[in-house]
Every structure is written in C-alpha cells, then in structure tokens.
C-alpha cells in the first residue's frame, strides 16, 4: 500500500494520458438482417410477396433504454412530450391556414414559438383540465385574530364556511412563521417535519472567475426534535423545503391582478383529491385554511417544469385576446403538436414569463393551482463528520451540520439569468449573512427549513469504518467525501486507507475545502485540473491509478465510491472503471462491465450522481 500511496502523490510529469478505447454498440440492429428468426411472414408459394421487414425487441427495461439512448427515462421523458411530433412538423394537405398576429412583447419573443401559420379549424384540443383546487373567502367576526402567518388543517368533515368559523374562533393558533418555514401541512417526509435551522456560518468556498458559485453551511441544529429517531449520518442527506423566490411571487400575483390586501389574508382552501399541497400525503380530499402567498411561495412550482397541455389550456380558456386564445388553442392541438414540443424542450419558461406573453389571460389563482406541479424538496449531502461537529456560542454547545450548495443557472428572459430554487435560495440567504456580518450584526438570524432527510442513501449505507475505499467525485460531488475522510481520520489505523480523485477546473478558483479535509490531506487527496496544467479530467486520473483502484476493489471490504454529475464525469468514471478491469484483469469489455455490475450488487462500487 505504501508504494500506491507514492504513486498517487506524485509529481504531474510521472502522469501519462491513456488512449480512449471504443467498443461496438451491443444495441441490435434496427435494419433487416438475413439471421433474425422474426423478419419474414410465411407466405404461400403461388401468391409471393415482397418480404416486410419487421421491428425486433431491443428494449425491455429502464435500463435497456439507457443503453441505447444514453439517457435515463426521467431524462427521456423531460426532454420528449410523447405526442408524437416528429411526423407532424409539416403542414397538412387539406387544410386552411390563416396568418394570426402575434403578440408584440418581448416575453412572447422569448419564447421562440416558430409560428407563421395556423389552421383555421384545431382538432384534438384536450377539454379543461378538472379543477381540483378552490379558495373560498372566510368571513370573520372582528375579534378572531388573523392567521397570516400559520396554516391550520381543518379536517374534511367541516362543510361550511361557518363551520369552519366556529372551528377558528375555538382554536388558539399554532406559532409559525411561515416567513421562515412551510405551514405546517407541508409535511415532506413522513414523520420528518420541516425544521427551520439557524445558519451559524456561511462563506462562498469558489473565487471570483469560477465557471459556477458554491457556498458552505454550517446549520445548527441543536434544537433539532430528538423523537423523530435516525441520527444524521457520514454520507447523508438533509432535506431542504426551499421557498419561491418572493419577488417571483410576487409578480405572478400582480400578473393575474390579486389585490395586495388579498394576499396575505386567510383563505379557506379546498382541494377534491391528491396530495397536493402536501408533498407526499395521502390523496385525499382536504380542506385547510391559509394563505394566497403561502400556496405560491412554498406549494407551487413556478419555474422548474416545462408547459405542459393542462396549463396552457387553462390559459387559452381565460385570454381575452382572440389572437392570443387561437395561438393558445394552437400549441395544445393535434396540428401544433410539432411547435408543442420544440416548446417544450427549449429554453427554460417560468410560469411568469407565460403570463407575460399572454397578457390577456388572467385565470383564477385556485384553476392555476390546479394544473402547477408540486414544489418539492431538494436534498443535499453533508459534508462532515456530523457526529462530531460542534461549536461554543454564548456559553452553549451547538451541533453543527454542514452542507456545500453549487448555484444553478438557467437563462430568464428578463435578467438574462436566474437561478434554481433551491440553489438561488441559498444563494441569497449566504448574501444576506454576509451583509449583516459586514454592517456590524455578529450573529444574523437568517434560517434554513429543513428535515432529516435521506440517512439510508447509498453513499450512507455502504459507508464502514474499516477497509481501504477510493472516493472519486468533481465539482460538489466531493462535499460528502470530506465528511468520510474526517471521520477516518480520527483514527490512525484508517489514515493510510482512504484515497481522494478530486476533479476541478482550475484549484486556484473553484477547488472546493481546500486544506479542510485533516491532518493528512497532502497524502491522501489528489487534485486534477481539467482547464490549468495538464488539463486532465479526473476520469483519466482514474485510469492512471489503475493499481490503486485494482487493489481496492479486490481488497476484503474495499470500496469505490463516485459522487458528482452523471453527464461527462459519471460517463467517463464508469468508462475509466470498465478500462481498468479491462487492462489488470485481462477482461472483454462485456465481463469488465459486469464485473462492476457485481460490485455495485455487493455494495463495493457505489455512485451518486445527478
């Protein structure tokens, strides 16, 4: 193990890239082939016909179309709408087609629609969507406090507004501010409840020039409800209830002309089936009093999921401009099923750009409702020792759990760029640290909702205390793994076991925990930069410590773990992997990669990726 140790520490120029080896395609055939059993029909001899070629089973399974396609069946289903619309990009014979304006504002340009045309008659335009969701008015006697800030569930079995009346004025309302965490419905993973934990520290870990901002947390939750039982784990996951931007809100709620004084104030809300807007409740019909914004700000996705038919059907039905409805009629018909789906799959629409570029159409908020998807949950890795992370303040111990968040980008029509949810969130709760530290407040009081979220992930489940793991990871991918190496640190018989590829772009600007792992990082970590030096990515790091990870994988509880993005690094790792079995173990590429396949089986290979 000492001369593995030698080679993974040594100087950029001992390095060799290796050559890239390509196997054919295992996928069949798609065309006509002379041995396949299934392609002819059996015909009389009198009567010959032209042999028909027929299709042949080459997908059973997830992960046949994985294979074949390259992408998972999530990533297939967002990218494709499934309608059908590659043979309906051209226009059909027989049709009329009239010019229709199109509307004259830069949120309908955004939006790219190739329109020059449309029939005059739409067929197969899907009905309205069934309203599930609808908010009635409460009114209050004048000495009922208002509850602004909490949500209370009133129970199915309350039928009328006065009821439910009766049932407020007895009730004391619970103490929840929903400025800082969901109502209390919300209740993401059962029998976990969101908990809004103060953020003791946060810092931005990459530097000015960095392709993508990351920043570090340290949450404390020392307050955190002990009844709720699973302990935070090496390697797990909290999960994070991350709010819609306000201003976001905001301007949907201007959008569809809700009055301000509406906003905030108690609402009953009834829904006639599903979940929503719990996130994984039981699908039952509820009744539940709260608020307009809390509905928008922490039910409701606003701008990760791509317009779907529902929504832009509920839009057609309520725009009062014709051109605008006919445009709207068009992209959920059967003859615009073509410009559907380029819709779909091109650049990121937020609920309020779509409002902005049909600006006639102002529907109900609670038919809205009925066809936004779920706001849900966003998980991240620890990434520490969080069984022994804790800090003095004001005289107490505090128990620190720390989380590293990479910002995601898209482009927004309006400020060229927005960020995701839960990333942007993050984003502006660190800023808003910062700020205060900067003005002279030493201990911000600014919160994060959380829960105790995935403590049985693979990288938490497969994580022992013993035996020799390789920790493979790129860009955020490597968070979790300083809270491996911290924990086997700690002691001395584990110091020389555990080994670090870490893959940046540049260490000067975006390496992540620098000097931040332990007393022996120089040994057991390696950085590889793909934009400075050699410009080599970890993958091929990978393939050149061959022994290394050859010795691990065959070691009595040897481990591999990967963490990072699936696209580019996930691929490369696992091809780099495939190489390595290939080249020590004298293996065809098809039992090198079963031969992963059984240390996935037996938890020895483990990967999280995204």
Request: net charge negative; charged share 25%; proline share 7%.
């Amino acid at each position: 193990m000492s001369a593995t140790v030698e080679h993974l520490t040594g100087t950029p120029a001992d390095y060799v890239s290796e050559e890239e080896t390509f196997a054919p395609s295992i996928a069949p055939s798609l065309t006509y082939s002379e041995d396949s059993e299934d392609q002819d029909e059996p015909q009389p001899e009198e009567t010959p016909r032209r042999r028909r070629a027929s299709t042949r089973l080459i997908a059973q399974s997830a992960a046949d179309v994985q294979r074949i396609t390259g992408e998972s069946t999530q990533q297939l289903l967002n990218r494709c709408c499934g309608g059908g619309c590659c043979m309906k990009l051209q226009k059909l014979d027989g049709l009329e087609y009239e010019h229709i304006p199109l509307p004259d504002n830069e949120a309908f340009r955004s939006l790219g629609l190739k329109i020059d045309e449309v029939p005059t008659v739409l067929t197969k335009i899907p009905d309205m969507p069934e309203q599930i969701t609808f908010l009635h008015s409460i009114r209050r006697v004048s000495n009922t406090p208002s509850p602004t800030d909490s949500a209370i569930s009133v129970g199915s079995q309350l039928s009328s507004i006065d009821s439910v009346e009766a049932k407020l004025k007895s009730l004391s309302l619970e103490e929840l501010d929903t400025s800082i965490q969901p109502p209390s419905f919300v209740q993401p993973h059962h029998p976990h409840h969101v908990f809004p934990a103060r953020i003791h520290n946060t810092r931005e870990l990459t530097r000015p020039g960095a392709e993508k901002r990351t920043y570090h947390f340290d949450l404390d939750i020392t307050d955190y409800p002990h009844e709720e039982g699973v302990d935070f784990k090496v390697g797990g996951a909290i999960g994070i209830s991350a709010p819609n931007d306000s201003a976001a809100v905001d301007q949907i709620l201007d959008l569809l002309l809700v009055p301000r004084y509406l906003r905030d104030k108690p609402v009953l809300l009834r829904t006639t089936r599903g979940r929503w807007p719990t996130v994984w409740g039981a699908d039952e019909a509820r009744e539940i009093v709260t608020t307009r914004r809390d509905l928008l700000t922490w039910c409701s996705d606003i701008q990760s999921y791509p317009p779907n038919k529902p929504l832009l059907r509920v839009l057609a039905e309520h725009a009062l401009d014709p051109n605008e409805k006919k445009i709207l009629l068009f992209l959920c018909a059967g003859e615009g099923q073509g410009v559907f789906c380029d819709f779909r799959t091109g650049p990121y629409i937020s609920l309020a750009q779509l409002l902005s570029a049909f600006p006639s159409s102002k529907p109900p908020l609670d038919l809205l409702l009925s066809v936004l998807q779920q706001l849900m949950p966003r998980f991240y890795s620890l990434s520490n020792d969080p069984h022994e992370s804790y800090e003095i303040r004001d005289g107490k111990q505090h128990r620190l759990i720390e989380i590293a968040v990479t910002v995601q980008e898209m482009p927004d029509w309006r400020m060229g760029c927005r960020t995701g949810v839960g990333s942007g969130f993050f984003e502006r709760q660190s800023q808003k640290f910062m700020e205060l530290q900067r003005a002279g407040d030493k201990a911000p009081q600014l919160y994060i909702p959380m829960f105790k979220g995935l403590m049985a992930n693979p990288l938490a489940k497969e994580f022992v205390s013993d035996g020799p793991m390789l920790l493979i990871g790129a860009g955020v991918g490597i968070a979790p793994f300083r809270g491996f190496v911290q924990h086997r640190l700690k002691n001395a018989n584990c110091a020389n076991k555990v080994w670090v590829l870490q893959g940046v772009r540049d260490s000067l600007i975006d390496e992540l925990y620098n000097g931040e792992w332990g007393v022996h990082e120089e040994k057991v970590k390696k950085v590889v930069q793909s934009r400075r030096g050699e410009s080599r990515y970890v993958q091929d790091e990978v393939f050149h410590q061959a022994d290394l990870v050859w010795s691990i994988i065959n070691s009595v509880d040897g481990r591999v773990f990967v963490c990072g993005s699936s696209k580019g690094m996930g691929e490369g790792v696992e091809d780099a992997l495939i190489r390595v079995a290939q080249s020590k173990g004298n293996l065809e590429r098809e039992e090198a990669k079963r031969f992963w396949e059984l240390k996935r089986d037996v938890g020895q290979y483990i990967t999280e990726t995204w």
